[in-house]
């Protein structure tokens, strides 16, 4: 079984003919593709190794705030009695 870190998707050894696997697909485990699809989003698999990776966090500022929404933040935050 091969991975392709370009098209990311796997190509086993049945059903795909040489030619449609990418060149730069590299041989991976059942028990590393599993890891990567049990755990997906916090592995990537880099030279031909899982690695654990820890997303940033996406902090999603609103566009607008209303006043009572601005407030209930001030309060949350201690900022303000």
């Not at 697909?25 to 820890?54: C, M």
């Amino acid at each position: 079984m091969v991975r392709s870190s370009r098209s990311r998707s796997k190509y086993g050894n049945v059903g795909h003919a040489g030619e449609d696997i990418p060149s730069d697909a590299l041989p991976i485990t059942d028990e590393q593709w599993s890891d990567l699809v049990i755990n997906h989003g916090r592995r990537k698999f880099i030279s031909g190794q899982v690695v654990e990776y820890d997303p940033p966090v996406i902090v999603v500022v609103p566009a607008a705030a209303s006043s009572r929404q601005f407030k209930l933040q001030l309060l949350a935050a201690g900022l303000l009695d």
